[in-house]
């Protein structure tokens, strides 16, 4: 989100395809820790520290318009 916001402000160039791996791989971190015992509730990832809550329109024009690699 920093680098589009970035984009968009004029100061950078034009962000890649999205790359949720940092995020998918904490997930995944906490719940070996805890062996997963975890919900998604019990995670402690923050807003918007660790991750942005979009709407499924907004999230699906990032999308398509850049791309996602989903393999972590």
Known sequence: MEKWRKF????KEQPGQID???LANKI???RKKN???LTD????LREPQDFYLLSKEFWGMFRDRYGCDLTV
């Open 8 to 11: 968009a402000n004029g100061e």
């Open 20 to 22: 949720n791996k940092v």
């Open 28 to 30: 995944d971190s906490q």
């Open 35 to 37: 062996n997963y015992k």
């Open 41 to 44: 509730n019990d995670l402690t």
